[in-house]
């Protein structure tokens, strides 16, 4: 999320209205709407290797994966969001022209000046929503996969153990291994110890 855009206050359908005629990306939260910033390359290639992947998934199923231009409203948090990705399984969604309601699954790739937001406050307002399963955080820098799993009783469970398997999402059956989410990202140079140690 960036930082605060000068709006005068919005309801939210009416944010949705104001945003689907403007040039460049907003989020909005309980009244206030923030300009987005663009991506990193790293960023664009990890969320467009887990679309792809999923897309190829899901093909012929009854769930379509959807990449950042789609907007999620969270009514529960008075809130609309781009995920990186979702994929959606509802049969209304499928229909939707620009906004998605229902998600089974998110992913969002962390970057240095969003990782807490994913983490905290938006993480908060996703799990508002009844239809979401699994979220995926994944952090380009340290090549790793974290996956938060909703509990048959309401809690989320993060797999860690899973994680150095790769992106699974158990509600939709899927796996893909650390070198198919981080395909074409080259990884961060090792750190250089300083001069005379070994």
């Known amino acids: 999320m960036g930082l605060p855009k000068i709006v005068e206050s919005l309801a939210r359908q009416d944010f949705i209205t104001w945003e689907n005629a403007q040039p460049d990306k907003h989020e909005f939260v309980a009244g206030e709407v923030f300009a987005m910033v663009g991506a990193r390359r790293v ?76 983490r905290g406050d938006k993480f908060a307002h996703y799990r508002r929503l009844d239809s979401l399963k699994e979220y995926a955080l994944i952090d380009p820098d340290q090549r790793r996969v974290e996956v938060f799993r909703r509990m048959d009783n309401g809690d989320w469970l993060l797999a860690a153990s899973e994680s150095s398997r790769g992106l699974i999402l158990k509600s939709l059956d899927f796996v893909a291994g650390l070198d198919a989410v981080f395909e074409d990202v080259e990884p961060m140079p090792a750190a250089r110890a300083p001069a005379g140690e070994h």
């Open 43 to 118: 960023h664009v290639l990890i969320a467009g290797n887990c679309f792809a992947r999923l897309k190829d998934h899901l093909r012929g199923g009854p769930c379509r994966a959807f990449m950042a231009d789609m907007k999620l409203e969270v009514a529960a948090a008075d809130a609309v969001f781009y995920p990186d990705v979702l994929v959606t399984c509802h049969p209304d969604d499928l229909q939707a022209e620009t906004t998605m309601h229902h998600p089974t699954a998110i992913i969002e790739v962390l970057s240095e000046s969003t990782a807490a937001y994913d």
